[in-house]
């Protein structure tokens, strides 16, 4: 099953770079063999062209993978969230389970639909913008592009900002809450019923330690399962970045010039996309963690 994903991660990436590559040679073969005459404009233009088809071909797939993968990660959180909330509330931090039942579920849905909705179909506008600048040398076009791309990370940041805002407070105020629920609880164990009280404080904290060691195998197990969403993804991502770093490589030695202005366009948007999902992941792989070491749930 491993061979099969990785095969699957890499498959289209590395099949992609060896397209674009012999595309890139033939184009540079056809141009020097029609020289500079009449149909040198209509050998740059057709290569140009069929180089935007097969470069927006591969990265539509991506983008459509990499919405797919947050809603896939959403679907599992649906089932996590209320489990792992319960196990945390079971060992005392009612407060911090509360906090990531609530906001860190609310903020995952609004991110995941961010994904969807806006900052996907924003970048699929930047790549058509990138691929119009390079076909028809329009310089609107390519500030227009530029701006889509700027507007995408902007949004990205603005997303980072608002994740940790939120639960950086609510992590400060549930924190105190939940350790000072459990040593009143053990305080009036120990005051309050005679001779075994002690013994029921001792046995109360070894059975928070017990719903401890239960959430973190809860904890892990949530790990596990969505690095398993999201680094085949984000592995495709880093080698169409790299396919088409490498394509830029040989469409700047050839002389295509338009045929690289889309590989800078496209480069930026697979870092861009690694990017998107580098943020979901460490958003809910981070929440988890906090809930689980400090007992607080952001």
């Excluded at 998107?276 to 070491?293: E, P, R």
Aim: proline share 2%.
């Amino acid at each position: 099953m491993v061979l099969d994903a990785v095969q699957k991660a890499l498959g289209g990436p590395l099949r992609f770079a060896a397209q674009a590559i012999a595309f890139l040679l033939l184009s540079c073969a056809a141009g020097l063999t029609v020289g500079q005459g009449s149909w040198q404009k209509c050998v740059d233009a057709v290569s140009v062209l069929g180089f935007g088809a097969l470069s927006l071909s591969g990265m539509m797939e991506l983008v459509t993978l990499v919405g797919q993968t947050a809603q896939d990660c959403q679907t599992y959180l649906i089932a996590f969230v209320p489990v792992y909330s319960a196990a945390a509330a079971a060992g005392g931090q009612t407060t911090g389970a509360a906090v990531y039942s609530t906001m860190f579920y609310a903020m995952s849905n609004f991110l995941a639909g961010a994904i969807r909705l806006i900052l996907l179909p924003v970048m699929q506008i930047y790549f058509c913008f990138g691929i119009s600048a390079a076909v028809w040398g329009n310089a609107g076009m390519e500030e227009a592009s530029a701006l889509f791309g700027r507007c995408l990370s902007w949004l990205l940041k603005l997303c980072a900002a608002l994740f940790s805002f939120v639960l950086g407070l609510q992590n400060i105020l549930a924190g105190g809450m939940d350790n000072a629920a459990v040593r009143m609880g053990r305080g009036v164990l120990s005051g309050a019923i005679p001779v075994v009280g002690d013994a029921a404080a001792a046995a109360l904290t070894g059975a928070l330690s017990a719903v401890q060691l239960l959430k973190g195998s809860l904890a892990l197990a949530a790990v596990l399962a969505l690095g398993g969403l999201f680094v085949p993804v984000f592995l495709r991502c880093l080698l169409y970045y790299l396919s088409f770093s490498l394509a830029s490589i040989m469409a700047a030695g050839s002389g295509q010039k338009q045929c690289l202005q889309i590989c800078h366009h496209f480069a930026q948007g697979a870092r861009l996309c690694g990017s998107i999902l580098t943020l979901f992941f460490f958003m809910v792989f981070l929440s988890t963690a906090l809930l689980l070491i400090t007992g607080t749930g952001g």
